[in-house]
């Protein structure tokens, strides 16, 4: 018998059951449960004391950190080399380029709120002669 469910089997005869339930296995029977098997002992459940990581004290410096994902809104794609300026309430602007993807990332900033970030126009492409008007046409 080959039985595939994406989530749980139920197996019932009588008033027992066998439930597959991800990667656990649940038994129910009203009398003996008996397990034939050669040195397959079925032991209680475990328990031992939580470990916490070490958690920084009052005077810990944490690092803080921005990052800018600018992308076009009609298409979703990023804007890449678009130069920027973050500035911040009370704290000095940060400026920079956007990498090819429209991502730049800044470590160990100011914590202070962002008052506004400022995308500068990018310069525009170069144009690309078209053929004459004659030879498009045909």
């Known amino acids: ?6 989530g749980r089997i139920v197996l019932t005869a ?5 439930v597959l339930d991800g990667g656990n296995i649940t ?3 009203p009398g003996t ?18 470990e916490l990581p070490v958690l920084p ?7 803080h950190w921005i990052e800018l994902d ?3 809104p009609v298409t979703g794609q990023g804007i890449g080399q678009a130069q920027y300026e973050i500035h911040f309430d009370g704290a000095p602007m940060v400026s920079g380029t956007l990498d090819a993807s429209g991502q730049a990332r800044h470590e ?7 008052r506004k970030i400022v995308y ?6 170069d144009d690309q002669a078209h053929d004459a008007l004659n030879k498009l046409l045909g």
């Open 1 to 6: 018998i080959h039985a595939a469910a994406q």
């Open 14 to 18: 009588g008033s027992s059951r066998v």
């Open 27 to 29: 038994f129910t029977c």
């Open 33 to 50: 449960f008996t397990v034939k098997a050669a040195a397959h002992a079925f032991e209680g459940g475990g328990s031992a004391a939580a």
């Open 57 to 63: 004290g009052d005077r810990a410096e944490i690092p």
């Open 70 to 72: 600018y992308r076009d």
């Open 108 to 114: 160990n900033v100011a914590a202070r709120p962002v």
């Open 120 to 125: 500068k126009p990018r310069p525009p492409q």
